[in-house]
């Protein structure tokens, strides 16, 4: 069974552009979560998304979004990118329903420079 | 609210010994808790879960965790540190966020193992 694939792994972009990453969560995996972690914030929570639908976000500006596809796939994009964007983002998959005890399942992540 | 409390942002222990990372959670309802392992360029990786099954829990790669409601602690063990260990610890609680569930991680304890 597959992992959580994300892409790309590492991209350099300079302040004022924008970044799109994808994650393709386990199959059978419908909720999405995205988090930032930089050495000095630690791992913070985004957004999380379930069938297409954004259910929990994060203390983030709205320069950052995502979304979710019919196929549970997801993307996050911030805009207007600025040096403190610099971090790793993760994107962890899991199961949802009655028997979910939520457990995660990450992505190796994408590392972002913005020089 | 329910949070996670990891003391210790950097701790060492030499080849052999007992590794000890502390966390300590905040609820008011029992939790369900979970430490992850973070190696270096990579995703988090669930080490063991507690979901109120049994108290002591054991993990991969030797790890275990008991979890004390008199003491809102969960801390995790292993009784001989490997330097395959070195890695990053992530302890992190589920808890209700908007009517679904968000998982919540702790500032995380850097493990150095020494030779």
């Known amino acids: 069974k597959a992992g959580v694939t994300q892409t790309p792994r590492y991209l350099i972009k300079t302040r004022g552009q924008q970044v799109t990453l994808s994650c393709s969560p386990i199959?059978?995996?419908?909720?999405v979560s995205w988090y930032q972690q930089t050495p000095g914030q630690g791992l913070q929570f985004l957004f999380e998304?379930?069938?297409?639908?954004?259910?929990n976000k994060g203390n983030f500006p709205g320069r950052f979004s995502g979304r979710q596809f019919s196929n549970s796939r997801s993307e996050m994009n911030v805009s207007t990118l600025e040096l403190g964007d610099s971090a790793l983002y993760l994107c962890a998959s899991s199961r949802d329903g009655e028997t979910n005890t939520g457990e995660l399942f990450f992505g190796e992540g994408s590392r972002l420079t913005v020089l | 609210a329910q949070s996670v409390t990891q003391l210790g942002s950097h701790v060492s222990v030499s080849e052999g010994a007992l590794v000890l990372l502390r966390c300590n959670y905040s609820s008011s309802v029992p939790p369900y808790l979970f430490w992850y392992v973070q190696y270096p360029n990579q995703g988090l990786q669930l080490l063991l879960k507690?979901?109120?099954?049994?108290?002591l829990v054991k993990g991969i790669n030797g790890f275990e965790a008991e979890f004390k409601k008199s003491e809102t602690s969960f801390h995790l063990t292993k009784p001989s540190a490997h330097m395959s260990d070195a890695a990053e610890y992530f302890c992190a609680v589920r808890k209700n966020s908007g009517g679904y569930q968000k998982v919540t991680f702790g500032t995380g304890t850097k493990l150095q193992v020494i030779p």
């Open positions: 998304y379930f069938s297409e639908t954004q259910r």
């Open positions: 199959s059978g995996h419908r909720s």
């Open positions: 507690y979901t109120s099954a049994a108290t």
